[in-house]
């Protein structure tokens, strides 16, 4: 029992509900447009949830490898750090993971497409190949572009566009570039999990060289930044709702927002960067039900 424990903790299950976010909105938002397919919806979820936990078994195996999980680290011990897990055994877990999310994606790349649509099978084949790598590229080698800063591009990126315009696309297989505003605060907010974890460790990173985007900007400058960026995603989802409905269903995920707002304040004051670990399960959970509430909202 301790074993499999040890190894749910290196799977990080309080970032998972982040992750499924993106897949609820573009799933929302494609049956909103009479389009929606149960078996897209459950490898949608399984392929992201596949890509997470190989996410979270890269950054244990890569911070762990490079000395960044230490004494001085805040927050949860690591697997790799207290030696729970060996790094055989975590790559091992790495190639299992990539192995098992691969056949994921490319079952919902053929419910998807099936055998019509060539072109765009190989697009999200390769999509689901760079995510992968992305997953991988986090923590893990020399060029590991968490350790340079660019953590938050990638997350925004894949948390917010890939995740929720892809899989809006995978039920619709068009456009509709309107759905950019909610794929864009979705993509905030996962940023601001990030941004929030970078705070908490941020002495911590930068005594082991992680030049985080928070080691760059500094402690005050790095509250600033969170603060836009829930802001900003408060924003993008009340322009889109403005836009195509302006009914009082459509702004249901207000409410999600109070927790953040009650967040921000604590983050203003905050001295201790210990006291930021809870925040990141805040963060974390509200993005999660605002995207529920969005969903709800759009189909009520």
Do not use: C
């Amino acid at each position: 029992m301790r074993r499999i424990s040890t190894w749910v903790s290196a799977a990080r299950l309080r970032t998972l509900p982040l992750s499924i976010s993106g897949i609820f909105v573009g799933s929302a938002l494609a049956a909103k447009a009479g389009n929606f397919n149960f078996s897209i919806f459950t490898l949608a979820l399984g392929t992201t949830l596949g890509l997470q936990i190989l996410s979270n078994f890269a950054n244990d195996y890569g911070d762990g490898i490079k000395g960044t999980d230490n004494h001085e680290r805040v927050g949860p011990q690591r697997a790799l750090q207290s030696g729970l897990i060996t790094r055989k055994e975590m790559l091992w877990a790495i190639v299992i993971t990539v192995i098992a999310t691969l056949i994921m994606a490319m079952l919902l790349i053929y419910a998807s497409f099936g055998s019509k649509n060539i072109i765009a099978s190989v697009f999200f084949f390769i999509l689901g190949l760079v995510s992968i790598a992305a997953a991988i590229k986090y923590t893990v080698g020399n060029t590991a572009y968490g350790y340079r800063g660019m953590g938050d591009i990638f997350v925004f990126i894949f948390f917010g566009w890939v995740a929720v315009y892809g899989s809006y696309y995978l039920y619709q297989q068009d456009h509709a570039w309107i759905n950019l505003l909610p794929a864009t605060a979705i993509g905030l907010l996962s940023a601001a999990v990030l941004n929030i974890n970078n705070m908490r460790d941020r002495k911590s990173d930068k005594n082991a060289g992680k030049i985080t985007l928070v080691v760059k900007l500094g402690k005050e400058k790095a509250k600033t930044y969170h603060y836009l960026l829930v802001v900003g995603a408060l924003f993008f989802l009340l322009i889109f709702s403005a836009m195509v409905s302006r009914e009082l269903n459509d702004f249901l995920y207000i409410f999600g927002f109070i927790p953040l707002i009650i967040h921000i304040f604590r983050v203003v004051k905050n001295e201790d960067p210990k006291e930021l670990d809870p925040e990141l399960k805040v963060v974390a959970l509200s993005t999660f039900f605002i995207s529920i509430l969005f969903a709800v909202g759009i189909l009520l």
